[in-house]
């Protein structure tokens, strides 16, 4: 494969900026996609070329396979960067771009159909000796089978979805009684999601550790090394909120192990690459098991970038060009720590409801071991049509202590108004004893109490306006010269006003 002389990035928002800044340090040219409400993103002035997808909706603009392959031969792109999300693990897409002549940087069609299906993965795991969590074997037809399973391997268990991913269409059940809600329940979002549905039992491990390994792997599958772990126990509905690299809790000799289950399974799907092996490491025994491929760059992969100092992006597409791995398993070594805090826009207080809205005022944190990862700016119009996710904030520290306090340092400088964001939320979670302590599991955010915290806060106040002036600077939400919303999304509301600065320079808030 010759060098790419110019590249498709078929995504949007950050991670688009994120893939078009990697291709200006390889001297690659980029063209970039915009549907009609993304029209002034900042990914589109960042390429070298643009092209429009007629529409709004995800369906009609960045999932229409067609329109992505039209544009790349339409712009005379050799390769197409689907980044995560979207299409990014899309075996069509793969098949497409192979029958035309365009390289897609990720796995093959045929990886993308294996480990797109978690049952068959799972086979593949026990075949190579990989420990997996009791599952059903073959796929669920009925409520009245599933609820049998259930019975067999013991409550709490989960049902799954064969396809897919983000934490999707996964539904609890703790008794033969909830097992029919769960798997209608699971259906109705898969088939929103994914469009199709199909099913499987799992037995739920109680507050398991969500441990992931990055592989980067040869575009002929014949190498396969990796890049550490990355934990990411820190989540809502089977979502990832934060995570952090290394693990707390993983020392030498279970990276060691685990990370070689990692590249068992990456080498019988052969895999090739930039991907993620993820392991739930079971709270009581200590043992890992495999959990699923994630076939694509992940949204957490700067604390990865961080601690390596590998460019995961950059060595995607050089790998799809045909060259050789950037660095032999004996050259990747691992310095300090990071975390990733994934700021959306989105009310914690409202189970997490999206805000969407116009970015009135916007200050990016900074300092030693701070990153940004966005395409956010003021008066920018955050759409209701996508993801919620506004910016990746990373904090690097020569110690985990080092870096958490960083990342809450962080945290209190970001300011976002406009939209309702996770912020504080984040902020809190931070600075718990039990996060400091690296006590984590997949029930953290529910065990550790935040939002009530965050709910007696509001409640706290709302006494009076001045303290709910204050509280809404400290929550982000601060418009100069303009009606803002109050505590996380009530309908009371307060008029923020602001007076000529006094000789000390600070500002003045008029309560009505």
């Given at each position: 494969?010759?060098?790419?002389?110019?590249?498709?990035?078929?995504?949007?928002?950050?991670?688009?900026?994120?893939?078009?800044?990697?291709?200006?340090?390889?001297?690659?040219?980029?063209?970039?996609?915009?549907?009609?409400?993304?029209?002034?993103?900042?990914?589109?002035?960042?390429?070298?070329?643009?092209?429009?997808?007629?529409?709004?909706?995800?369906?009609?603009?960045?999932?229409?396979?067609?329109?992505?392959?039209?544009?790349?031969?339409?712009?005379?792109?050799?390769?197409?960067?689907?980044?995560?999300?979207?299409?990014?693990?899309?075996a069509?897409?793969?098949?497409?771009?192979?029958e035309?002549?365009?390289k897609?940087?990720?796995?093959?069609?045929?990886?993308?159909?294996?480990?797109?299906?978690?049952?068959?993965?799972?086979?593949?795991?026990?075949?190579?000796?990989?420990?997996?969590?009791?599952y059903s074997?073959?796929?669920?037809?009925?409520?009245?089978?599933?609820?049998?399973?259930?019975?067999?391997?013991?409550?709490?268990?989960?049902?799954?979805?064969?396809?897919?991913?983000?934490?999707?269409?996964?539904?609890?059940?703790?008794?033969?009684?909830?097992?029919?809600?769960?798997?209608?329940?699971?259906?109705?979002?898969?088939?929103?999601?994914?469009?199709?549905?199909?099913a499987?039992?799992?037995?739920?491990?109680?507050?398991?550790?969500?441990?992931?390994?990055?592989?980067?792997?040869?575009?002929?599958?014949?190498?396969?090394?990796h890049?550490?772990?990355?934990?990411?126990?820190?989540q809502?509905?089977?979502?990832?909120?934060?995570?952090?690299?290394?693990?707390?809790?993983i020392?030498?000799?279970?990276?060691?192990?685990?990370?070689?289950?990692?590249?068992?399974?990456?080498?019988?799907?052969?895999?090739?690459?930039?991907?993620?092996?993820?392991?739930?490491?079971?709270?009581?025994?200590g043992?890992?098991?495999?959990?699923?491929?994630?076939?694509?760059?992940?949204?957490?992969?700067?604390?990865?970038?961080?601690?390596?100092?590998v460019?995961?992006?950059?060595?995607?597409?050089?790998?799809?060009?045909?060259?050789?791995?950037?660095?032999?398993?004996?050259?990747?070594?691992?310095?300090?720590?990071?975390?990733?805090?994934?700021?959306?826009?989105?009310?914690?207080?409202?189970?997490?409801?999206?805000?969407?809205?116009?970015?009135?005022?916007?200050h990016?944190?900074?300092?030693?071991?701070?990153?940004?990862?966005?395409?956010?700016?003021?008066?920018q119009?955050?759409?209701?049509?996508?993801d919620?996710?506004?910016?990746?904030?990373?904090?690097?520290?020569?110690?985990?202590?080092?870096?958490?306090?960083?990342?809450?340092?962080?945290?209190?400088?970001?300011?976002?108004?406009?939209?309702?964001?996770?912020?504080?939320?984040?902020?809190?979670?931070?600075?718990?004893?039990?996060?400091?302590?690296?006590?984590?599991?997949?029930?953290?955010?529910?065990?550790?109490?935040?939002?009530?915290?965050?709910?007696?806060?509001?409640?706290?106040?709302?006494?009076?306006?001045?303290?709910?002036?204050?509280?809404?600077?400290?929550?982000?939400?601060?418009?100069?010269?303009?009606?803002?919303?109050?505590?996380?999304?009530?309908?009371?509301?307060?008029?923020?006003?602001?007076?000529?600065?006094?000789?000390?320079?600070?500002?003045?808030?008029e309560?009505?």
């Open positions: 494969m010759a060098e790419f002389s110019r590249v498709l990035v078929a995504n949007r928002g950050e991670i688009a900026l994120r893939v078009i800044r990697a291709l200006k340090t390889l001297g690659i040219e980029s063209a970039a996609v915009y549907s009609d409400a993304d029209i002034a993103a900042l990914h589109v002035t960042a390429a070298d070329r643009a092209y429009r997808l007629p529409g709004l909706y995800a369906t009609e603009t960045y999932l229409d396979i067609s329109k992505i392959i039209d544009i790349a031969r339409r712009s005379d792109s050799d390769a197409i960067h689907p980044g995560y999300g979207f299409l990014s693990e899309n069509n897409l793969s098949r497409l771009c192979k035309n002549s365009i897609f940087i990720g796995p093959s069609a045929e990886t993308l159909e294996i480990s797109g299906n978690k049952l068959q993965c799972k086979r593949l795991a026990e075949k190579n000796n990989v420990p997996v969590i009791p074997k073959e796929p669920i037809e009925d409520t009245e089978q599933a609820a049998k399973f259930a019975q067999e391997i013991g409550f709490p268990v989960l049902v799954k979805t064969v396809f897919g991913g983000g934490g999707r269409g996964i539904k609890e059940a703790k008794s033969k009684e909830e097992v029919k809600e769960a798997f209608e329940s699971s259906q109705r979002e898969a088939k929103s999601a994914f469009g199709r549905f199909a499987y039992i799992e037995k739920k491990l109680i507050k398991p550790r969500h441990i992931e390994i990055q592989v980067l792997a040869s575009d002929d599958s014949s190498e396969v090394l890049l550490g772990e990355r934990e990411c126990s820190v809502r509905r089977y979502q990832k909120l934060i995570e952090l690299s290394p693990s707390p809790i020392d030498e000799e279970a990276r060691l192990r685990v990370s070689d289950y990692a590249i068992r399974i990456s080498k019988a799907v052969h895999y090739s690459n930039a991907g993620t092996i993820e392991f739930l490491r079971d709270f009581e025994s043992n890992y098991y495999f959990l699923e491929v994630n076939s694509r760059l992940q949204v957490e992969h700067p604390v990865t970038e961080l601690v390596t100092g460019d995961i992006v950059a060595s995607q597409i050089q790998v799809a060009s045909g060259k050789k791995l950037p660095l032999k398993q004996t050259d990747v070594t691992f310095r300090g720590s990071a975390v990733e805090c994934r700021i959306n826009a989105e009310d914690p207080l409202s189970e997490f409801a999206p805000s969407s809205g116009r970015i009135e005022y916007l990016f944190p900074g300092g030693p071991g701070i990153r940004v990862d966005s395409s956010l700016y003021e008066n119009d955050i759409s209701p049509y996508y919620s996710l506004l910016a990746k904030l990373i904090s690097w520290g020569e110690t985990f202590e080092q870096a958490r306090q960083r990342m809450i340092v962080a945290l209190n400088e970001f300011k976002i108004a406009g939209v309702e964001t996770n912020i504080l939320f984040h902020e809190r979670i931070i600075q718990s004893r039990s996060f400091a302590a690296g006590d984590l599991h997949t029930s953290f955010v529910e065990e550790s109490k935040v939002i009530d915290q965050l709910r007696e806060e509001a409640a706290t106040h709302s006494e009076d306006s001045y303290a709910i002036a204050a509280f809404l600077l400290s929550k982000n939400q601060f418009i100069e010269n303009a009606r803002v919303s109050s505590i996380s999304g009530s309908a009371r509301r307060i008029q923020v006003a602001r007076r000529e600065k006094k000789s000390t320079g600070g500002r003045f808030i309560p009505l």
